[in-house]
């Protein structure tokens, strides 16, 4: 079902408007149930001082399946690391790998240890680090594997809400768009997505 976001497609500077508005006519934006007989991957963009979003997907043929999405601020990685295994006793989860961004292995200079090592402490694992490519290299990734997005409407309710409120920054100045996007709510899901489409 459409979750009413004409308005938010008709919004100029967005990166993925065209995208989902052609997924939604699809029926890829829709109820999209768990299969026990796949893994579930997990997806990060770790925040640092703000929020961390995890998606996860199950893929299949050539489907890219996104079953469920989990947000939130302000907590260290014990808690994402007891989300996931929630989800698990709950819904039956199986895992297969989890997907982090490059910088999860950089190292604190205080601690001498990175977010990588403390991922792994707690299990979770194995893990799959994202290659470094630019924000523009990434946006273009995820336009080109958009195709094979399917994305549940309720659990994943956020992160098309993110995906059709992206969009480039507008410099006042010169009334034009600048060649890079906005900095705000929309960023932690997005950049979890520029994750997956990059790894693959």
């Known amino acids: 079902p459409s979750r009413g976001l004409g308005d938010v497609y008709k ?9 989902l508005r052609e997924a939604e006519a699809a ?9 026990p007989a796949l893994e579930v991957d997990t997806v ?3 925040g640092v001082g703000d929020a961390t979003a995890i998606g996860f997907r199950q893929l299949f043929n050539q489907e890219v399946r996104w079953i469920d999405y989990y947000e ?25 790998k989890h997907i982090f961004p490059h910088d999860a292995k950089v190292r ?30 990434g946006i273009d990734a995820i336009r080109r594997r958009f195709p094979l997005y ?10 098309v809400d993110a995906i059709a409120n992206y969009r480039k920054e507008w410099d006042s100045h010169t009334q034009c768009f ?10 932690h899901p997005v950049d979890m997505l520029r994750y997956e489409a990059v790894s693959v």
């Open 11 to 19: 919004r100029q500077g967005s990166y993925f408007a065209k995208f």
């Open 27 to 35: 029926g890829r934006v829709t109820h999209v149930a768990h299969d």
């Open 44 to 46: 990060w963009d770790l």
């Open 72 to 96: 939130a601020s302000g907590e260290g990685l014990p808690h994402f690391a007891s989300v996931l295994s929630e989800k698990a006793r709950q819904y039956d989860y199986r895992y297969g």
């Open 108 to 137: 604190e200079m205080s601690t001498g240890q990175s977010r990588l090592d403390t991922i792994k402490r707690l299990g979770i694992r194995p893990v799959t680090i994202a290659p470094k490519f630019s924000i523009e290299d």
């Open 150 to 159: 399917w994305f549940d409407a309720e659990k994943c309710g956020r992160l």
């Open 178 to 187: 600048k060649s890079k996007p906005v900095h705000d709510w929309t960023s």
